[in-house]
């Protein structure tokens, strides 16, 4: 996140920040592009209302400078409780991580309610992002839905600036990080006929600049706007341009092979994103998205990155593990929702405890607590963790390999594979909520308590609420391999720390 005027992106924009014009709200403020916005505008003066569907610490310490209402996008009167008093409204919502087919109505009713609930609170302007492709041609789902949205907005009353871009490269963006596993893992793609397909992806930062810059320019309000890079590319050229950048040597061979299915599943596999994310976003590459009109460079001009300069800025992010917002931020979508361990009625059904003392600080066996999955792996116990996570992603589940967004911090409801962070108290505890497939509810408890002298116990705690047959008999399935995993793992926090 931004600290200082130095660090916003928005910096570089020749717009001036209208603060006085009241206050802005953005609704998706926890997503990829929401979190990222947020700050922008908090740095530039505005009053920043953030919209979220669940109340969490997590909100207040992350944007202390924000005020948060929490309401549910398919719940009207939520929503107008929300915007009462707002000026200007960013409508960031999407929801495409439900899965295939199914996001298509909700949108539709989740734009529809904000509008009303905009037109009923007097709001003066809504700002959305949506997608590029031509509606003159039969679109992606995907595609079609966004620009059903921007159709809903555009009939309401209160004007609407709608930008519509296309691949949206930035640390931590869904696409950047299927282009970058691909690359890293396949030393020969087969490469179908839509690859030649072309697209004008633009760099997460010049995307924030424009949000920030429309909000700015009150001649925007009411038109559309397509947004992009400085480059038009086929999907064969960014991979080959991202092997380059990595140092990589790959070879592309034509491949006789074209399902949308095939290419999307097998990619779920190989990348963090998971099938329901990577089947949305691929049933788009059949279409050219590119921009049909270059109206907005002349409204607020300013260097536009190149594909390559993004992709460079996005490894380099990920490699100073400074990647502020990730997609996984988002997914599953009704994470928010998820019944807490605190909530349970009674007791947990099963538990399963590891513990050990050790003299070693709560500092240092915290700190390698924190570090463990993503790129830091599991320990010995990986494999195990590895195998679990396939069973996963073959039921189109998270997995374990969706990892996390910074390899050295957590806040509450960062992901971890396939947990997120329900409650973290430094030095203390970490709570993971599992959010793999399994019949009930699991999460993942470690702790660090003070024992005798400076000796401290460093235990780990498993727990499981269910119901039926079939939630015990998993139970007991899983049970053998316990000892293996957590016996390991505590023994590696330990040394480690």
Not at 8 to 26: K, Q
Not at 269 to 285: G, K, Q
Request: contains cysteine; proline residues 4%; charged residues 25%.
């Amino acid at each position: 996140m931004a600290e200082n005027l130095e660090e916003l992106v928005s910096a570089e924009l020749p717009t001036e920040p209208c603060p006085d014009m009241g206050r802005v709200l953005v609704a998706g403020a926890t997503g990829y592009i929401g979190g990222r916005l947020v700050p922008e505008l908090i740095g530039r003066g505005y009053k920043v209302r953030v919209m979220v569907r669940a109340e969490s610490p997590e909100h207040e310490d992350r944007w202390p400078d924000a005020e948060v209402a929490v309401a549910d996008a398919l719940i009207e009167d939520e929503v107008s409780e929300a915007l009462e008093g707002v000026d200007t409204a960013y409508y960031l919502i999407h929801s495409m991580l439900i899965g295939l087919h199914k996001f298509e109505d909700a949108d539709i009713r989740a734009a529809r309610n904000f509008r009303m609930a905009a037109e009923r609170q007097g709001v003066n302007r809504i700002i959305y992002l949506g997608g590029l492709g031509d509606t003159q041609t039969t679109l992606s789902p995907h595609l079609a839905s966004r620009s059903q949205v921007a159709e809903e907005f555009s009939k309401g009353q209160v004007p609407t600036t709608i930008l519509r871009a296309a691949i949206i490269i930035g640390s931590g963006s869904a696409s950047y990080e299927m282009i970058n596993h691909l690359v890293r893992r396949i030393p020969v793609f087969l490469v179908p006929a839509w690859a030649k397909t072309r697209c004008q992806p633009i760099g997460l930062r010049d995307v924030i600049k424009y949000l920030v810059g429309v909000l700015e320019l009150t001649e925007t309000a009411g038109h559309s706007y397509d947004i992009g890079g400085s480059d038009i590319l086929t999907y064969e050229e960014m991979l080959k341009m991202h092997a380059g950048i990595l140092g990589k040597k790959r070879a592309f061979v034509p491949s006789p092979i074209s399902s949308i299915g095939f290419y999307s599943y097998i990619t779920s596999l190989l990348t963090p994103v998971p099938a329901a994310i990577t089947w949305c976003l691929m049933e788009s590459v059949t279409h050219d998205v590119v921009c049909g009109e270059n109206d907005i460079v002349d409204l607020i001009p300013f260097r536009r990155i190149s594909c390559k300069e993004a992709l460079v800025l996005a490894l380099s992010r990920e490699e100073q593990d400074s990647v502020s917002t990730r997609w996984s931020d988002s997914y599953p979508p009704d994470y928010e929702l998820a019944i807490k361990l605190s909530e349970i009625e009674g007791v947990p059904t099963y538990t399963s405890s590891y513990s050990l003392v050790t003299s070693k600080t709560a500092e240092a066996l915290f700190k390698s607590i924190t570090h463990i999955g993503g790129r830091n792996g599991w320990f010995h116990s990986t494999f195990l963790w590895r195998i679990r996570g396939a069973i996963d992603r073959l039921l189109r589940g998270v997995g374990t390999t969706r990892g996390r967004r910074s390899a050295s911090g957590l806040r509450v409801n960062d992901v971890v594979d396939f947990w997120r962070v329900e409650e973290i108290h430094y030095h203390r505890q970490l709570l993971l909520r599992a959010e793999m497939k399994v019949p009930g509810y699991a999460w993942l408890e470690f702790r660090v308590d003070p024992v005798s002298g400076e000796k401290n116990r460093l235990s780990v705690n498993a727990y499981y609420k269910t119901k039926g047959l079939w939630g015990r008999t998993y139970w007991y399935i899983f049970l053998p391999f316990h000892h293996f995993i957590f016996e390991d793992l505590i023994k590696q926090i330990e040394r480690r720390g």
